[in-house]
Each structure stands twice: as structure tokens, then as C-alpha cells.
């Protein structure tokens, strides 16, 4: 098993209602099975589904990307900078 | 200079690090709050940013921007907090020998920092507050 830090913020943060929580996955887990995971115990987040982009130590990262032990995972819902 | 900050941005400074004596010209984008959203009077505005990554792709737009126009600097504030009407939440400048790399450049740099940036921001009216959506900025 692997243990990963996810960071939520703005209106996702809102939904969860906690902006840091850790999450146990299988070893070879990929962002898109971190996904899942996430919409099954906040199914509040379902909505959003396909606005949300996953970032992992800092880079942007596709479905696919296999997540390793402690990686810094970040949930990144619409961004409205400048 | 390519920083986040939670208070006024100095805008003669970030014109200042910009400087260049082989720099032609300056090209500046201010970002300011506006009063008004979707016909809806916005009494404030707050940003929040995931700051490591918002540093880290703000730094990458920035080499990008070096990379595509021959400029000699490009410097990116952007503040996050409370930003009230009229003020700047985000100023970009850059210098150049020539204008147009400068426009292109500056240009460059809020279009790809409006899409790609971890920053949020959450609009206030009289009767309630949003996170700005998909669809808007």
C-alpha cells in the first residue's frame, strides 16, 4: 500500500470540508484510481468530475501517471488567478 | 522578481526590476478587482493560491515567455488575501528592445497564467459568495 497527501482548496475544500487528508492505495496506483477513490468517499465532489485537474509535487500529471509513496498530491479544481 | 504576496503590490517596483539598459521598452498588464460580475454588484475579491505551484509554473511561464520573444526581463506579482475594488491583484511587466516582443510577451504571460496558475479567487456581493467557475475569470 501506498500513503499519499492530498491538498484540496476553494470550492472543493468547501465540499470536503478539509484541506489536507491522507489516502492508503494500492502499490501501482494511478491519479485516475486516486480519483476514484476521492468521489467515493466525497461523492459531494461527483459534480466536478471533469474540472479537475491533479498535480503531484507540483507538476500537473494525466490519468495515468503511477503515484509513488508520500507524493505530495494536490486536487485542482478551476483556476481563476490574475 | 516572480513572487506572491498578501499585501499592495508596489507597482513602481516591479517596474524597477524590469529595468533594463539595453531595454527599448516596457510593456505592463495590472490586473485589478472589479466592482462587478455577471451583472452583480462584487463588494470584495479573495485569492487563495497552492503557493509552491503557483511559484513554480508562475517561474515557468516566465522562461517560456524568455524562451518564445528576445526580452531582457519579465517580473510576476501576484497577491493573494483580501484584494479590495481598484486594487491590483496580479501585475506583470517586461522589458525589451523592441515593443512588440514586449506586448507579445506580457500578453503571453497573463493568457497562460489565467489558464494554468493554482490560484482561486472568490467573489463577494451583498447576499453571498462564489468561487469563480470554469467558464469565467
Same mark, same amino acid.
Request: charged share 25%.
Given at each position: 500500500?501506498?500513503?499519499?497527501?492530498?491538498?484540496?482548496?476553494?470550492?472543493?475544500?468547501?465540499?470536503?470540508?478539509?484541506?489536507?487528508?491522507?489516502?492508503?492505495?494500492?502499490?501501482?496506483?494511478?491519479?485516475?484510481?486516486?480519483?476514484?477513490?476521492?468521489?467515493?468517499?466525497?461523492?459531494?465532489?461527483?459534480?466536478?468530475?471533469?474540472?479537475?485537474?491533479?498535480?503531484?509535487?507540483?507538476?500537473?500529471?494525466?490519468?495515468?501517471?503511477?503515484?509513488?509513496?508520500?507524493?505530495?498530491?494536490?486536487?485542482?479544481?478551476?483556476?481563476?488567478?490574475? | 522578481?516572480?513572487?506572491?504576496?498578501?499585501?499592495?503590490?508596489?507597482?513602481?517596483?516591479?517596474?524597477?526590476?524590469?529595468?533594463?539598459?539595453?531595454?527599448?521598452?516596457?510593456?505592463?498588464?495590472?490586473?485589478?478587482?472589479?466592482?462587478?460580475?455577471?451583472?452583480?454588484?462584487?463588494?470584495?475579491?479573495?485569492?487563495?493560491?497552492?503557493?509552491?505551484?503557483?511559484?513554480?509554473?508562475?517561474?515557468?511561464?516566465?522562461?517560456?515567455?524568455?524562451? !518564445?520573444? %528576445? *526580452?531582457?526581463?519579465? $517580473? @510576476? #506579482?501576484?497577491?493573494?488575501? !483580501?484584494? %479590495? *475594488?481598484?486594487?491590483? $491583484? @496580479? #501585475?506583470?511587466?517586461?522589458?525589451?528592445?523592441?515593443?512588440?516582443?514586449?506586448?507579445?510577451?506580457?500578453?503571453?504571460?497573463?493568457?497562460?497564467?489565467?489558464?494554468?496558475?493554482?490560484?482561486?479567487?472568490?467573489?463577494?456581493?451583498?447576499?453571498?459568495?462564489?468561487?469563480?467557475?470554469?467558464?469565467?475569470?
Amino acid at each position: 500500500m501506498i500513503s499519499v497527501n492530498v491538498k484540496l482548496f476553494a470550492m472543493t475544500r468547501d465540499l470536503v470540508g478539509v484541506g489536507d487528508l491522507n489516502l492508503s492505495l494500492p502499490d501501482q496506483s494511478s491519479t485516475s484510481a486516486l480519483m476514484s477513490a476521492l468521489l467515493s468517499r466525497y461523492p459531494q465532489l461527483q459534480p466536478w468530475r471533469h474540472h479537475l485537474r491533479i498535480a503531484v509535487n507540483n507538476e500537473y500529471v494525466g490519468d495515468n501517471h503511477l503515484l509513488r509513496n508520500a507524493d505530495e498530491v494536490a486536487v485542482i479544481p478551476p483556476v481563476s488567478g490574475g | 522578481m516572480i513572487e506572491i504576496i498578501n499585501h499592495n503590490i508596489d507597482v513602481a517596483c516591479v517596474l524597477k526590476s524590469v529595468e533594463d539598459p539595453s531595454a527599448g521598452g516596457i510593456d505592463v498588464f495590472i490586473g485589478t478587482t472589479r466592482n462587478h460580475a455577471h451583472g452583480r454588484k462584487v463588494l470584495v475579491l479573495e485569492y487563495e493560491a497552492y503557493q509552491p505551484m503557483a511559484l513554480h509554473v508562475m517561474n515557468t511561464i516566465a522562461e517560456e515567455a524568455r524562451r !518564445r520573444w %528576445d *526580452i531582457r526581463k519579465i $517580473s @510576476i #506579482v501576484h497577491r493573494i488575501g !483580501r484584494v %479590495d *475594488i481598484g486594487e491590483a $491583484s @496580479i #501585475v506583470i511587466a517586461v522589458s525589451a528592445s523592441h515593443r512588440r516582443e514586449a506586448f507579445e510577451a506580457c500578453r503571453y504571460a497573463i493568457d497562460t497564467l489565467k489558464k494554468e496558475v493554482p490560484i482561486w479567487k472568490k467573489e463577494f456581493f451583498d447576499d453571498g459568495e462564489v468561487w469563480v467557475g470554469p467558464e469565467e475569470s
